[in-house]
Structure formats: C-alpha cells, structure tokens
C-alpha cells in the first residue's frame, strides 16, 4: 500500500530554519524522482523542489540558494532543508512523485509557518 507521511513543520520566525522529512513506503523509492511543493493559503499547489535518483537537483527561483532538498533511499526518505526562512514560505508542504503521469495519494501534509 502507498503511503506518503510528511513531517517536520512548524512556528518559525523569519530567517529561521526547519528541516522537512517525507517517508514514502509502497513504491520503489530509489528509482523515483522525489519532489517537494507546497501550497499557500488561495493559492495553487506549486512544486518548489525536486531531486532525482542520482540526487541532481532542481530549485523553484522562489526558494533557490535557501532550500536544501536530499534523499536517504535506504531510510526511503526525502528530506527538505529549509534556511532563511520568509513569511511567504508560509503554507502546507507536501511531497509527491513530480514526473508522474498519475501523482501518488497525497499525504496529510506538515505545515510551515513563518511569522515573528
């Protein structure tokens, strides 16, 4: 059975930092492209990351140079580093497959947010 947990998130004020872990059971996790996104309040979901079986990654310009995105394949983990951390980063974060036709069930999602 698939199964996405995310987790992680928190209160953080701006220029803070939180590190983001999404297990992924039920699927070959070493031979998937792994992705973050996130979804703000009124807003779209938006894909803010993503990494591939080799660990080459691939930031939204929103969050390059602060978000850190890795994977642990034997932990079947994906993690997110976050760094200088803005009140726009505010919103529900998610993890999912970013190149699949058919996305994986969702996951209830870790919330993050930013506010002093």
């Known amino acids: 059975q698939v199964q996405i947990v995310e987790s992680g998130g928190g209160l953080v004020q701006p220029g803070g930092s939180l590190r983001l872990s999404c297990v992924v059971s039920g699927v070959i996790f070493s031979a998937r492209v792994m992705g973050w996104y996130r979804q703000a309040p009124g807003k779209q979901r938006e894909l803010v990351a993503r990494i591939t079986i080799v660990s080459g990654t691939i930031y939204a310009d929103s969050v390059k140079g602060r978000f850190t995105i890795s994977r642990d394949n034997a932990k079947e983990t994906v993690y997110l580093q976050m760094n200088s951390l803005k009140v726009e980063d505010t919103a529900v974060y998610y993890c999912?497959?970013?190149?699949?036709?058919?996305?994986?069930?969702w996951g209830q999602g870790t919330q993050v947010t930013v506010s002093s």
């Open positions: 999912n497959l970013p190149l699949a036709t058919i996305p994986l069930p």
